[in-house]
């Protein structure tokens, strides 16, 4: 069983930045999509960013410019540099690894506030 394990939230002021790291307990990064999805209250999860294993990404609109996801293949891990942070950006943020129909994983989440 793949465990993926989320660390780096916290408390931080709007403007500020916090990077979000997600290791898992086997290699499975060779093949996998790794994604950071959040879930506010009351709203629903989505999609923050994705990175193919060739190093493909993708941005929500709300974050491009601002957040930047990369990938360690060697170290199983991959992270989420959040800058320029705002009220809005406040959420459980989950790491998820995924290959087609052959394998859905999610971390337990890791909480980001972010104050006015």
């Known amino acids: 069983q793949v465990q993926l394990v989320e660390s780096g939230g916290g408390l931080v002021q709007a403007g500020g930045s916090l990077r979000l790291s997600c290791a898992a307990s086997?290699?499975?990064?060779?093949?996998?999509?790794m994604g950071w999805y959040r879930q506010a209250p009351g709203k629903q999860r989505e999609l923050v960013a994705q990175?193919?294993?060739?190093?493909?990404?993708y941005y929500v609109d709300s974050v491009k410019g601002r957040f930047t996801i990369s990938r360690d293949n060697a170290k199983n891990t991959v992270y989420l540099q959040m800058n320029s942070l705002k009220p809005e950006d406040t959420a459980v943020y989950f790491c998820?690894?995924?290959?087609?129909?052959?394998?859905?994983?999610w971390g337990q989440g890791t909480q980001v506030t972010v104050s006015s």
């Open positions: 990175i193919t294993s060739g190093g493909r990404n």
């Open positions: 998820n690894a995924h290959y087609g129909n052959q394998f859905d994983y």
């Open positions: 086997r290699s499975i990064f060779s093949i996998a999509v």
